[in-house]
């Protein structure tokens, strides 16, 4: 499972939280990808995968939080997407 | 001090225009004449073109809101402003590509309706456009 975290230079909110995220998403998922994307250097993947506001988040290449989620929501959403793939 | 004719001849809006942005509160009076007239003054001006800036450059009314309180909030930093200049970029973006989507969808319509003789009963743009098969492109699958 990949997470994407599309986020923009300078954003003081992202700093704060996404370490937090980064451990939630490697804690509920064994082996999870975490890449974390500056969007003006991947704007054209980032208007694929239609992020239209900042910080947002996408896994396995689909946007699930248009904006920064609890670590709580984001095991959550994490933990559902890996019961429908098994 | 301007009355709101003078403002809008100075701004070149219509005065209508200043008393929309007045409902919804991009722009106060900063007084009332002695007559009741709403007086402004050369910061009302400056917000306005502010206001028209931000316009041309895709902002809504709301967000050009937003961006007014920043601009007069001490603690804002010019981070908080880039952040909503990066977000309005990406909307563009989105817009454009569905634009270029939508212009490709008439492309192909075009082509299929080579004939131009035919009644318009026979209309293949019309009848496709009934079977709703102009799809758009589904994101990540633009060719």
């Known amino acids: 499972m990949k997470v994407e975290l599309f986020y923009s230079p300078g954003c003081s909110q992202c700093a704060v ?11 509920t998922v064994a ?9 003006l250097e991947d704007l054209d993947y980032a208007v694929e995968l239609g992020v239209l506001s900042l910080p947002a988040i996408a896994v396995d290449g689909e946007l699930i939080f248009s904006s920064l989620p609890t670590p709580h929501q984001l095991r959550d959403a994490l933990i559902r997407r890996s019961t429908t793939r098994n | ?7 809008a001849a100075l ?19 900063v007084d009332r004449s002695e007559s009741g007239y709403r007086v402004y003054d050369k910061e009302s001006a400056r917000r306005i073109h502010f206001i ?13 809101r937003e961006l007014l309180v920043l601009r007069g909030r001490e603690k804002a930093c010019c981070g908080d402003v880039r952040s909503r200049a990066i977000e309005k970029k990406l909307q563009i973006e989105h ?7 939508m212009s490709k969808a008439l492309d192909q319509l075009i082509v299929e309706c ?11 743009i019309i009848a496709a456009l009934e079977r709703a098969t102009v799809l758009m492109p589904a994101p990540g699958h633009e060719s």
């Open chain 1, 17 to 27: 939280v996404r370490e937090d995220l980064k451990a939630t998403a490697e804690r």
């Open chain 1, 31 to 39: 082996g999870i990808e975490w890449r974390e994307l500056n969007v």
């Open chain 2, 1 to 7: 001090m301007l009355k709101i004719g003078k403002l």
């Open chain 2, 11 to 29: 701004v070149d809006v219509s005065i209508d225009t200043l008393r929309y942005y007045e409902r919804e509160g991009l722009i106060e009076p």
């Open chain 2, 52 to 64: 028209k800036q931000a316009q041309h450059c895709g902002f809504t009314l709301a967000e050009i």
């Open chain 2, 95 to 101: 817009k454009i590509r569905v634009m270029r989507a």
């Open chain 2, 114 to 124: 080579a004939d131009e003789a035919q009644p318009v009963k026979e209309c293949t």
